[in-house]
């Protein structure tokens, strides 16, 4: 079973940053995508930025493109989310994800147990 654990949420007044960690039990690159969504009080849970594991290609929500990065680390095992000019509107819990593609015995979705990450205005 695919272990995803983050780290990296806290507190931050707005306009500054931080970087979001995810640790994948096992081989990165056993993953096809993998991608950070966030869901804040009262609202559907959204997807912030995915990318293909095997080339690096990526794409981001409208509301976070120029402001937000992901990236792998495959020596790392380690998916990141760097988060700079934070808005208050950025506040929510922030979780990892993974997908597998394959036939039903081999493909997988996998969720990290969330982060929160808190914009102060």
């Known amino acids: 079973q695919v272990q995803l654990v983050e780290s990296g949420g806290g507190l931050v007044q707005a306009g500054g940053s931080l970087r979001l960690s995810c640790a994948v039990s096992?081989?990165?690159?056993?993953?096809?995508?993998m991608g950070w969504y966030r869901q804040a009080p009262g609202k559907q849970r959204e997807l912030v930025a995915h990318?293909?594991?095997?080339?690096?290609?990526?794409n981001y929500a409208d509301s976070v493109k120029g402001r937000f990065t992901i990236s792998r680390d495959g020596a790392k095992n380690t998916l990141y989310l760097q988060m700079n000019s934070l808005k208050p509107e950025d506040t929510a819990v922030y979780y990892c994800?993974?997908?597998?593609?394959?036939?039903?015995?081999?493909?997988?979705?996998?969720w990290g147990q969330g982060t929160q990450v808190t914009v102060s205005s």
């Open positions: 990318i293909i594991i095997a080339d690096g290609s990526t």
């Open positions: 096992g081989s990165i690159f056993s993953m096809n995508v």
């Open positions: 994800n993974a997908v597998k593609w394959g036939d039903s015995m081999s493909r997988g979705n996998y």
